[in-house]
């Protein structure tokens, strides 16, 4: 997947996508036209009499106030005349380079006729006059010579994109190393071949929608699903000013006019007092999101355009620190410099990419021996007085591994092969901890084995006048994933801090659903209030998961209003099933919102996710016609996109086309018996056809391949009991359990099997250990 130095952020495919910012200038001009004809109405109409007033003067008219046009994209050489220190500092930077047209001057790669094989597959690069080639497999696994249309990038690896027809840009798997001068695949060892999803010609590596956003300004998909075609556009190649300060017409209208020269006529201030809306801005590049849309819309909240990411256990760590590749934002809001007000211009320059001073000097702007921020707008409180530039503090020998802020408190992994991203939760090291929650630790990374040990120990004695504190966010998340007893009680004990970063609480709010009670039900219920979105759309995701549709109106019937699109798309979404029904007077609300969430649908036609979320829309919905074309048309973006697959085979069985539907998933288990979601539907088509035998072989078959997924599991576990196998059958709940211990569903069928086989006393072993995990459990009372 395309990225580069400046960390701009893949968009990944989701179920709550809003309107696109160029829905809104028609919407305006509506607007306008209405308070036209509105003015005309009534300058028009008979006016009453009044009195003759003595000598009458001729007074002009007071000019009607006009809400400024949309703003528009200029072209950016227009920019450097007044604010030439930002453009000397831009130029050359990341920002600037992240997409350029391929050419002699940048491209940084070896073309010379240069051969490289990987993952079975082997490309030669070469020139042809000013044109740069390569000679690769393409979708079909036959080589063929593609030409290089863009650069990604520029270190420590540049990237190159392809284009390959239809205005679609593919992202090569075999990136150039700018420090070793050397290509290199992106996913060495995976067996990334032209049939795996994250070869270079597949959707997954498509980066109209994945990558060019942030490496453009101005930047729109053009998408159209008639055509299966994309005609994108962009203002100009790389960041530029408008990517993060808007459309900038407005802003050379009013300087023209001798207006504010710094601010007025954009429709976002980044030196805003309050630091959500720059850190925003560049969430919208540096965050792990799914888009709501084509583009954003300048001055909206994040989730009106996008929805971020939250701590899911395949992203972060438990301790919250970076696993996959999930770029700054989300790390950094769960952090301290986020609550006291830091923003990201405090240690970066925007325009250069740069860090604002060099070693410690970034950090050492608040924790210094005044202990004062010297930054305005940043709460102070709290800082201590001290030398942090010290061995005194950090420890180690000055100027060696470990002297370095960034090396004990923000800890990094490599990505894309060569690419080391600093971790921005701005942890304090704890290696006592880490080995315990079996989390990652500074010290643990430099000091292994036996010298890890000796670190531990000396660690304990340097905390040893620590005061006792309060359960931590990781150690509680470490209890509740593990389903470790009191595993419920600490989900709700943190759920209950007032002081919890909203990222956090949206984390574990998605973990109530494993322990449902009346206090889960509640503290769900609560923060639906929460002045965060984050946490708002992840408590309609807890709440629903407890009530059933009819019980979620009066909860969720508020959040159809809200301010941010994608907490009304949730809400929408949710009360699906009880609209049907009629939601009273919240029902205009609801369809306003439910159209909304079908409009972002729309935008995202390309992907096979958003095609296979209308057709489920369109099932509930009653709009049955539509629902086969759409799941087709997922196919049709994606063949391998096998979850639209298994929807259409149980559509087309659901319909009477049985033999249609065998036939399909037969093809599919033919070129891939290897997907385990194939094995897991063709097991239970055999079910509902009355064929145990070969079911069961299928539903095993799922297992064997993903042996952790828990879902795959249970559902062999319950079909073997079904059959009679009673033994095995709690066989694999076992063994579910070992693996997932919080899997709720599994426990409380354990029991039941236990007491079909006659093994009571396993029974009441596996409820008394479920009773300390949730003591208030539903299904105990």
Known sequence: MPNTKNKAAPTQPDSHPGLMSRYLFPAIAALLLVVIAGLWFFLSRPQPLTPVVFEPKAVAAAP?????????????QQC????????????????????????????????????????????????????????TPGMDGKPADFKVAYTFGIAPLQ??????????????????????????????????????PLHWSKPSQNANFMCVECHTTGYKRNFDAASNSFNS??????????????????????????????????????????????IETCARCHARRAPLGDGFTVGKRLMDDYLPSVLTRELYALDGKIKDEVFEHGSFLQSKMFDKGVRCSNCHNPHSTELKAPGNGVCLQCHNTAGKAAIPGIDGKGLQAKNYDSPEHHRHTEGQPGSQCVDCHMPGKFYMGNDFRHDHSFSIPDPVRAKILGTPDACLSCHQGKAGDKVSEQFKLWTAHDMPRAARYDESLWLIRGGHPGAAQALYEQLRRSNLPAIQ????????????????????????????????????RAVSAFLPPAERIPLLSPLLNDKVRAVRIIAARNLLGAARNGLGTAQEAWENAIAEYETVQLSLAERAEANLNLAMLYQASGRTDEVEPKLRAALLRDPDFFPALVTLTQWLEAGGRSAEAAALLDT?????????LLQHTRGLALIRAGEPKPAMAALQKAVSLEPENAQYRYVLAVALHQSGQVEKACAQLE?????????RDARLSLIQFYLDNGQEPKAQAVLQAWKKINPQDVALK
């Not at 459309?247 to 300087?255: E, F, I, Q, T, W």
């Open 668 to 676: 599919a288990l033919k070129e891939h018996p290897q997907v385990a």
């Open 64 to 76: 009607v106030a006009r809400p400024p046009a949309p703003a528009q994209m200029v072209d950016e």
């Open 505 to 540: 609480r949206a984390t574990l709010l998605g973990e109530l659903a494993s322990y449902p009670s009346e206090p889960a039900l509640k503290l769900a219920s609560k923060d639906l209030n929460d002045s965060a979105p984050q946490v708002r759309e992840s408590a309609v």
């Open 159 to 196: 990237q190159y994109l392809i284009e390959v027809g239809d205005g679609k840009l593919q992202a090569l798997g075999v990136a150039w190393d700018t420090e070793k001068n050397r290509w290199f695949h992106l996913y060495p060892g995976q067996g990334v071949n032209f049939k795996n």
């Open 233 to 278: 556009q962009w203002n100009s190649l790389g960041v530029g000013c408008q990517a993060c300060h808007g459309p900038a017409s407005n802003h050379l209208l009013s300087v023209a006019q001798k207006g504010d020269f710094a601010h007025d006529g954009f429709d976002v201030d980044l030196k805003d007092k309050d630091a959500t809306v720059e």
């Open 80 to 135: 450097q005349g007044c604010h030439g220190a930002q453009v000397k500092d831009w130029q050359g930077s990341h920002h600037q380079l992240a997409m350029q047209a391929a050419g002699p001057q940048t491209v940084l790669a070896d073309f010379n006729n240069v051969s490289f094989k990987s993952e079975g597959e082997s490309s030669r690069f070469f020139r042809q006059g000013d044109g740069f080639w390569v000679n």
């Open 735 to 743: 063994e579910l359990l070992k693996r997932q211990p919080s899997f």
